[in-house]
């Protein structure tokens, strides 16, 4: 039986870059984002709470971005940053965690155009 | 006989009437509004296109040696559900996640409940796959079996008119006759079977058309048919007959 990957992540650079000017990144996290308000299918026990609390955004190993996520955002989160291009481009990665430990990461080279 | 002249001529009303209102038929995304439209064609904002590469992955690793060519296998997408009949019965419509989860079932040696999530994550791929295709039910040729799927048919076409539920509304009343109109917050689109499964943002995440149909039944306060009922499915093959045509506009975002 195949494996799916739980929580596939798509990160992706909108915008032509160029030094000086503004690219925006932005990404896309497959996750439940489980409040822990919500009852099981038996309608007693509660779904244990399980929303991605960190995600953090790297631009050539510098964070840009940390952000705390609440149960108020909805499943499947779109997270979206503006970023000035630097002279020589460079590594933009994400990593995140949720509540039960699971990790995810993503990365993509940011070559000026 | 009498019956079936008696729905045929509510099933014609219902066209011809939904044609008065409008000149041509649209698919549910004519409905949403611009931002969500935006959204649906920008996969950098779909939250599907997260299914479509899960959907790819396992295509890959499962499908691939068989099913050589994505396309050509899509092309069920536009054509189901379909009459299948079994040495043990005689037989019965299946839809596209039935046959997903029928052939997973076989080569993995394990039942496979249709709406698990490895099913629709197929299913997903396959109907994005299949987008712009244009809508062509496959009708058994065989006379008895023509039969049994035309009484199907007749069967669906009679729930679609039937009043039900507490606030005893059929589907027709809506779908045919409101089109356009609010219901809560939302635009009532016609009944026309062109993009599942959905994402939907009131689920926060993708079901199928039995998952859809069985929202309306509740909606309506109505007894809820289980997943996988001949008459979910009957209904989907009456929707799908009466989009023949139109244009597969692959996984849909709905509110």
């Known amino acids: ?113 | 006989m009498k019956l079936f002249a008696f729905i045929v001529t509510i099933f014609l009303f219902c066209v011809t009437n939904s044609s008065q209102a409008q000149s041509v038929r649209q698919s549910g995304n004519a409905f949403l509004s611009p931002d969500m439209l935006r959204q649906q064609h920008d996969p950098t904002l779909n939250p599907i296109s997260l299914w479509l590469d899960q959907g790819q992955e396992l295509w890959k690793s499962q499908c691939q040696q068989c099913h050589s060519s994505v396309s050509e296998t899509a092309k069920a997408v536009v054509q189901f559900p379909i009459w299948k009949s079994t040495l043990a019965s005689s037989g019965k419509l299946i839809n596209i996640e039935d046959q997903i989860a029928d052939c997973w079932s076989k080569k993995s040696g394990k039942v496979i409940s249709n709406d698990a999530t490895e099913i629709l994550t197929m299913s997903v791929f396959l109907s994005d796959a299949a987008k712009g295709m244009t809508i062509q039910v496959r009708e058994p040729q065989d006379v008895p079996m023509k039969n049994q799927w035309q009484e199907q048919m007749n069967l669906a076409g009679q729930i679609y008119v039937r009043r039900q539920g507490r606030l005893n509304l059929s589907c027709t009343q809506c779908h045919d006759q409101q089109i356009g109109k609010n219901l809560r917050s939302d635009v009532v689109s016609p009944a026309f079977l062109t993009g599942f499964p959905i994402y939907r943002f009131s689920w926060q995440t993708v079901g199928n058309l039995d998952r859809r149909l069985r929202a309306c039944y509740s909606g309506v306060q109505a007894s809820v048919p289980s997943t996988g009922s001949p008459e979910l499915r009957a209904l989907e093959l009456f929707l799908k007959k009466r989009s023949e045509g139109m244009l597969w506009d692959g996984p849909s975002l709905r509110r």
């Open chain 1, 1 to 113: 039986m195949a494996t799916l990957n739980q929580h596939p992540i798509r990160l992706n650079i909108i915008g032509t870059p160029t030094v000086g000017k503004e690219v925006e990144i932005r990404v896309l996290i497959a996750h439940p984002m489980e409040t822990g308000y919500r009852l099981g299918v038996d309608g007693n026990e509660r779904i244990p709470k399980n929303i991605i609390d960190s995600i953090l955004i790297k631009f050539n190993q510098e964070a840009i971005m940390i952000a705390k996520l609440g149960t108020g955002i909805a499943a499947n989160p779109l997270i979206s940053v503006f970023v000035e291009v630097p002279e020589k481009g460079g590594m933009v990665s994400v990593e995140w965690k949720d509540d039960q430990g699971a990790l995810g990461r993503a990365e993509k080279m940011l070559v000026v155009a």
